[in-house]
Each structure stands twice: as structure tokens, then as C-alpha cells.
């Protein structure tokens, strides 16, 4: 069997080029003979590439070699090689340069049909798919899955992955600091960012041993969510990270924006720093849950002790009913019921210091206590907006922290990190998972 292709430049004229051939005997043959093998598949893709790249610069040598004031030929003064990297093998091509014009124009180098073609010495291609598979995988295993799938000329680096996603992080990084204001279609809706945070283990050296990214999910309606992730002391800040991505999402000055997180002050801060506006915030219901029902295991396990609803009366008709409470959103009357508790657990101290659960569970009221006075204003009629179908947690940002983070990061990963070296790959994920990697108008998915 041959493999030839036929190219037709801009001439007219057809060449035939022979690629591959490829031998098979009849007698004896098993399944393992059946069709193209890997090797011979990287093969023909490898000999393909260096046809049709050298045929492409062929023509492009054909218009810039035509002088552009009189319509004559330059002349050659010597050819030269240039090494491109691309998906399918790398490509060595034959580039002439030019003499300068017998009408007395010189030959303009780095400006024509060549030099466009040319820019770069990888293509966008083999930089995304390095990029992504970066991002994804270990960079060593990147590297081993390319040298298993694609044709090359020696074995992939994983030095060269991490330059690559780093430079592909970057052009991220610019286009969506450049893009501007999208127009939604949901009107004037409110748009909720989901917004959380991760630890991550950093590189020796650096001021601590755990640094924190912030990660979440802006949610607009009749637009596809969109993900965002940053770590701190780089150039990109994390404010930037969340306007850019509100930004896409069709948010314009002057609209509401409900932020949704665990109560942390720094992330509150993080979107009233992209926003430069008030935002309304809501309190994960999830986390006053767990809150609350730590108190009631607590409370379950002390409730055998004779004489103690006796003693502590208020603690023992107020704890059931603190969810139902804040549920409902009567925050002046669940603080009331976490005080009282609070007092009459006062009243006996020594019989809370001679038990150590009781103890317990007056450190958890008191926990409980300081969390609603900070968090008065974000808790809300959460049993109103489930019902009405509206949410109540950031397990968006749940979410999005394990597939951004945790699936590289942490969990089985025990790669240390630098700020910078975690935001690039960030990046590159948060585009991965929204689907913004191969879309048409980035330059490096052209």
C-alpha cells in the first residue's frame, strides 16, 4: 500500500508526493497486523507535516519573493533552516532570503508572507494540548502521554510543558484582562458569585508552608457558568480574576451582585474589591448547619445525665429549635436563645467544668455566638429561597475547589508550589473546565 498526496499551488500546477509504504503479507497474518499500527501511524503523520509545511512555505517564498514596486524577482542570496515544533513532528524547512531588487528596493525582511507564517518556534496547537495536558496531569506524565499518542523527533520535556503552560497561562490572562463588557441576555438580573478558599503546600522557601487560593463560579442566568481561581502575590490579583470573570458573564457598574461564601471576611472582600460596589452577601447554609449540628450531637450525648434539663432548662428547649430558627431566618431570636444558653451555662460552671462534654458544647455555643453576631446581615429566609428555587450554598465553589485544586494539587498530589507556578496552572484549568481553551478567538487556539 502508498501513500501519496497531491498538492496544487497557486500555479496550478499538481505535484505528487510519495508519504509511506506500507508492506503486509497475507500468509500467517493475526489481528495485530490489522490496519495502521501506532508506530507507523506517528510515521505517516510525521511525513505528512513535513510536506505540507514545506509546501505551505513554498508558496509563501513564491509572493514575497516578487518585488512589490516593480513586479520583479528578487534574487537568492542563500537558503537557510528553520526549525518549527508542531503537534505532529517537528519541521525543518528550507527558507531562502532574499537579495535586494535590481530597482534599487531592498528585500524587507520580517514582514512578509515567510515571517508570518513562521512566528514562533512551537505552533498554537502543540501550546494548548501541552498547556492542557500540563494542567490535567503531572508534567512528567504530560510529557509521557505525548510521546506515547504523537510523533517526535527526540522525547518531550517536561520543562517544556511547564513553559508552555506558562505562556499559554499568560495570553489567558491577557485576553481576559483585555475583553470587555458583555451585554446579558438575562436583563437585569443579579449575577452570584460562589466564592471559597483552598490551602495548598508551597515550595521550601517559601514565608509559610500552606498558601491559600481563592477559587469560585460566577453564575448568571441564560450564560454558562464560568470558573475562577488565582493565588496570592502575583500580578494578576484576586479582584482581578473575579471582575474579569463577572465581566464575561455580562456584569456592567451598577448591577447587583450577591456574593455567596462561608462567611470569611477576605473573600467578601476579594468581590467588593472587583466590584467597587456593594454587594449583598449571603451566608453558606451549609456551613451554619454543621455549626449547629455539632452542638446537637453534643447536646445528644449529654442528654442521659440526670437532673441536667433540670439545670440547664433553656439549653434543653432552645437547641432543637435553633435550627428551625435560622432556617427560617429570626436571627434576633436564635442570638437571643444562644445567649440565654450562653448565661445559663454561666450559672453553672462548676457543674460544666466537672464535665468535659458540657464544656464542649459551651465552647460550641460560644463559637456559635460570635459566627451570627458576625454574620447577622448575610443570614436569610432560607426556607423562602429553597422553595422558590433559589440557592442557599456555595457548593458551586464547593465544586469548582475540587475540580480546579484538589484534583491537581492536593488529594494524592504531593507536588509543592510556588504563587506563580499554581496561578498559571490555575488558569489553565479554569479555561479547560469552561471550555474557553479552544475557542476561536484566542491566538493560541487559532
Known amino acids: 500500500m502508498k501513500v501519496w498526496v497531491e498538492v496544487i499551488g497557486t500555479d496550478g500546477v499538481l505535484q505528487r508526493r510519495e508519504i509511506a509504504i506500507i508492506d503486509r503479507s497475507v500468509d500467517g497474518v493475526g489481528l495485530d497486523a490489522l490496519g495502521l499500527s501506532l508506530a507507523e501511524g506517528k510515521a505517516i503523520q510525521c511525513r505528512l507535516q513535513e510536506e505540507l509545511t514545506q509546501f505551505q512555505v513554498d508558496q509563501a517564498i513564491r509572493q514575497d519573493r516578487k518585488c512589490h514596486d516593480c513586479g520583479r524577482l528578487h534574487g537568492v542570496h542563500d537558503y537557510r533552516s528553520r526549525t518549527v515544533h508542531s503537534l505532529f513532528g517537528i519541521c525543518r524547512l528550507r527558507v531562502p532570503r532574499f537579495r535586494s531588487c535590481t530597482c534599487g528596493k531592498p528585500a524587507k525582511a520580517y514582514t512578509g508572507n515567510i515571517e508570518t507564517l513562521l512566528k514562533g ?130 456584569w456592567l457598574p451598577g448591577r447587583d451582585v450577591t456574593v455567596f461564601s462561608d462567611g470569611d471576611v477576605g473573600l467578601q472582600s476579594i468581590v467588593l474589591s472587583a466590584t467597587r460596589e456593594p454587594v449583598t452577601h449571603i451566608l453558606d447554609w451549609f456551613h451554619l448547619s454543621m455549626r449547629l449540628r455539632h452542638i446537637e450531637q453534643t447536646w445528644q450525648g449529654l442528654r442521659h445525665i440526670g437532673d441536667l434539663n433540670i439545670y440547664l432548662r433553656d439549653v434543653a428547649v432552645d437547641v432543637p429549635r435553633l435550627r428551625h430558627l435560622l432556617w427560617s431566618g429570626y436571627v434576633r431570636e436564635a442570638t437571643r436563645a444562644v445567649k440565654n444558653m450562653l448565661y445559663q451555662l454561666e450559672q453553672h460552671a462548676t457543674l460544666r467544668d466537672a464535665n468535659q462534654k458540657l464544656k464542649r458544647l459551651s465552647v460550641l455555643i460560644s463559637n456559635l455566638q460570635s459566627y451570627l453576631v458576625q454574620n447577622t446581615t448575610s443570614i436569610v429566609d432560607y426556607c423562602h429561597r429553597y422553595w422558590s428555587g433559589q440557592p442557599i450554598s456555595s457548593s458551586p465553589a464547593e465544586s469548582a475547589a475540587n475540580s480546579l485544586v484538589n484534583a491537581r494539587m492536593n488529594k494524592k498530589r504531593q507536588m509543592r508550589w510556588s504563587p506563580a507556578g499554581a496561578h498559571r496552572v490555575l488558569q489553565v484549568r479554569a479555561a479547560v473546565a ?7 478567538k484566542f491566538a493560541l487556539a487559532a
Do not use: C
Not at 513553559?163 to 438580573?189: C, F, H, T
Open 434 to 440: 469552561d471550555g474557553r481553551l479552544k475557542q476561536a
Open 121 to 250: 518556534r512551537a505552533t498554537p496547537e502543540l501550546e494548548r494540548v501541552q498547556a492542557e495536558l500540563g494542567s490535567r496531569l503531572s508534567f512528567r506524565e504530560a510529557a509521557r502521554v505525548l510521546d506515547l499518542f504523537v510523533p517526535a523527533a527526540r522525547p518531550h520535556n517536561h520543562r517544556t510543558v511547564v513553559n508552555r503552560l506558562a505562556k499559554v497561562a499568560n495570553q489567558i490572562e491577557k485576553w481576559d484582562a483585555a475583553s470587555p463588557y458583555r451585554m446579558s441576555r438575562a436583563g437585569g438580573s443579579s449575577i452570584s458569585v460562589f466564592i471559597d478558599g483552598a490551602y495548598i503546600r508551597a515550595v521550601p522557601g517559601y514565608q509559610s508552608r500552606h498558601f491559600e487560593i481563592a477559587m469560585g463560579r460566577v453564575v448568571s442566568p441564560g450564560r454558562l457558568p464560568r470558573q475562577f481561581a488565582a493565588a496570592p502575590h502575583v500580578a494578576t490579583g484576586k479582584h482581578d480574576a473575579v471582575r474579569a470573570a463577572m465581566r464575561a458573564q455580562g
